[in-house]
C-alpha cells in the first residue's frame, strides 16, 4: 500500500520487482473497473507494456470477469499476438488496438478502454467533451474523437487509424464504442479511464438538465496543468488502489 510520507512514483532496483508493480497494479485496475460497473461480457481490456520485453504487454485473459482477475492470472502477449505467459487465450480486439497504440506509442505504459455506461452513450454523439468542471479539464485540449465505426475492432489497419486518432493525447472517445485512455504508469492511465467515463456522466448530465456554462479558455488551460499531468493521474490512483487491496487483498495473488 502506499507509503504516505513519500507519495512519488516508485523507482525499482530489478526489472522483476517493476514487472510484479505493473502486474499488481493491473489487477488492482481490474478489480475497481469491476467494482464501478465498466464491465460488458467479454468486452474490455487494459494492457501494461514489459518493462524489459518492450514490444509486448500484460493483458487480461479473454472471458475472464474483471472482478475476479488476479496477478497471477494476467498473460504475456508479443507483437504477433502469441501469448507467451499463461494458459488461457487473448481477447482478439485487445490486441489488435493496444498493439497498435504501444507500438504508436513509445512513452505509453499502459492503456485502457472499457465499454463503459457513460462512456460509450457519449461516444455516440461524437464530440469532444467541454470544460464544464474542474476534472474534466484534465482532457482540455488533450483527447480525441475516433469519429468512425466499423464494428468491432479485429484488423490491424483499424487499430493503427485508431492508435493515429489517439496521436499524442491521453484519450481518444471511440464513436459508438466507448472510451480509451493511456498513460506513463497502469495507476495513470486507469485513473484517466475512470475520471473520463465519470465526466462523460457529468456532461450528459448537464446538458439533461439545462445549458451547462463552460470554464473559459484561460482557466480550462491553467486548470489542465494542474489536474491533467502525468504525476496528478499517478497520485489520483492511489487511495483507490490501497482501498481495492485492502478490500480484496486476494488480487495480488
Keep these: ?18 514487472r510484479l508493480h505493473r502486474k499488481q497494479r493491473l489487477a488492482a485496475a481490474f478489480r475497481l473497473f469491476s467494482r464501478f460497473g465498466f464491465d460488458e461480457g467479454v468486452a474490455g481490456h487494459i494492457t501494461a507494456r514489459d518493462p524489459e520485453l518492450k514490444d509486448h504487454f500484460w493483458v487480461n485473459p479473454f472471458a475472464m470477469h474483471f ?17 507467451v505467459e499463461g494458459n488461457r487465450p487473448v481477447n482478439t480486439a485487445a490486441f489488435v488496438i493496444h498493439s497498435q497504440v504501444h507500438a504508436a506509442r513509445p512513452d505509453v505504459i499502459a492503456a485502457a478502454h472499457a465499454h463503459s455506461t457513460y462512456g460509450k ?55 459508438n464504442h466507448g472510451l480509451l485512455t493511456v498513460g506513463h504508469s497502469v495507476d495513470e492511465a486507469a485513473f484517466w479511464f475512470i475520471t473520463m467515463e465519470r465526466s462523460c456522466q457529468v456532461q ?43 478490500e480484496q487483498p486476494d488480487l495480488l495473488e
Design 121 to 175: 452513450t457519449w461516444s455516440s454523439l461524437r464530440r469532444p467533451l467541454d470544460p464544464l468542471t474542474q476534472d474534466v479539464c484534465a482532457f482540455y485540449n488533450d483527447h480525441a474523437v475516433f469519429d468512425d465505426y466499423t464494428g468491432v475492432v479485429l484488423d490491424l489497419e483499424e487499430g493503427k487509424r485508431l492508435a493515429h486518432a489517439l496521436g499524442e493525447s491521453k484519450a481518444v472517445i471511440l464513436s
Design 204 to 246: 450528459l448530465m448537464a446538458e439533461a438538465a439545462g445549458k451547462p456554462v463552460h470554464i473559459d479558455k484561460e482557466q480550462a488551460e491553467l486548470t489542465s496543468t494542474q489536474v491533467g499531468g502525468h504525476f496528478a493521474g499517478w497520485l489520483s490512483f492511489q487511495p483507490l488502489y490501497d482501498r481495492i487491496v485492502r
Design 1 to 18: 500500500m502506499s507509503d504516505p510520507s513519500s507519495l512519488t512514483p516508485p523507482t525499482f532496483d530489478s526489472v522483476e520487482d517493476e
Design 67 to 83: 472482478g475476479h482477475i488476479k496477478v497471477s492470472d494476467l498473460i504475456l502477449v508479443n507483437d504477433k499476438g502469441e501469448v
